[in-house]
C-alpha cells in the first residue's frame, strides 16, 4: 500500500551564516490551505536561539530523506515577521502541518530528522490502516510503535473504541486494523519496535483502560528525562539510572549497548537519559562540566526512597559489562553512596538498594 499526496514544507531555520530560502515570502495565510495538500511551517525569530540553530544538521538530513518532496524549504521569521504573525507562530523553532481542508498538525516532538519524517508519514495517511493476512507482518513494523486490531467479527464496540484511540494518536503512533485471531475473541497487539517488545491489552472493553494501554507500551524503554517528566519515574519507587548524554547519537549509541541490560532490571532500575544543564548538580556530582562533554564519569544511580546518590567513578568505557558490574557493587555494599538528595532521621542506609 502506498500513499501519494503533494508535500510542501515551510521551515523557519536561521542558518549559521543567515541564508535561508524565501520562497513562499509572498504567500499570506488564507492561501496556504489552497497552495498545496498540505504545507509544513517550521519559524524561528533569533537566529541566537540554540534550539533553531541545532535544527539546521537535522533539517538538511530531512530533506535529504524526504528528497522526493520537492516543495520542502526553510523560512526566516526574523526576515519576515508579519507572515509568522499571520500564521499565529508563538514559539521557536515551529513545525507544522496545514492539510488542503483546514486541519493543521504541529509536531511537538524530538527535533530529529527520523522523527520528523515518520511523523509526516503518519499525518499524510488516514488515522488507521487495514491489513490481509499477507500485510500483518509488514504492517507490525511500519513504525516504531504499532497498533494493531484484531477484532471479532460482531465486536462493533472495540472497532469503534480502536478508530477512536487512532485519530486521538495519529500524529504519534500507527495502528492498523488487522483480520482476528480466532473466531470468538478479540485482541489488540502492540509492537514496540524501538525496543523490541509485544506486548496484548488486557482491558478492551473500556476507553480508559485502552488509552492506558497505548500509553505504558509507547513508553520507551530507556526515556530521556526532563523537568516536565520526572515525576513520572521517580512516582515509580525504582533506582533512577541517569546517563549524561550531549548529542543524539550518543544517546541512541548508549540505548543500543544498554537495551537489554535495562530490560534485565527492568523491574528495580529505571535507566534514563538527560542532559547535564538539566540536571546540574547530579552532573557535578559524578565529575562532569556542563561546557564539556563527557565519555567516562557520566553515569549515576539514585535511591529516591533512601536519598542516595552513587556516581560512577571508573575511567573505562561505559558499556553494559560494566554498567552490571556498578550495580551489583552498589547491590552488595562494595559502593557507598557519595551523596544524598534527602535525610530520612538519620537512618543508616542500608544496601537493598537494588
Known sequence: MKFICHLKILSGIQTKNEAFIPLVASIHKEDLPHSTSLTIEHAVVLPSQNTSIDLETQWQALKEAEKNEPNIVNFDCQAHPEFCKELDVTTFPSIRVYHRDGRLNEYRGEKRARDIAMFLHRVLRPAYLEANEQLVDPFSLIDDVVFMMHPHPDDWDLYDRF????????????????????????????YNNLDDARHVAEDLTTDEGLDLFVQRCAEPLIPELTKHNEARYISSGKNILYYFATTEAEKEAYRERVRPLAKKYAESVQFVITKANEYSRKFSIVGGQESGSTTHGSLLLENHSSGN?????GSQEITADVIEGFLINISSGKLEPSAKTDTRGGEEASHDEL
Open 163 to 190: 478508530m477512536d484511540i487512532a485519530k486521538k494518536y495519529q500524529e504519534h503512533h500507527t495502528f492498523v486494523i488487522a483480520p482476528p485471531f480466532s473466531k470468538s475473541t478479540s485482541a489488540v497487539v502492540c
Open 309 to 313: 546518590i552513587y556516581p560512577f567513578e
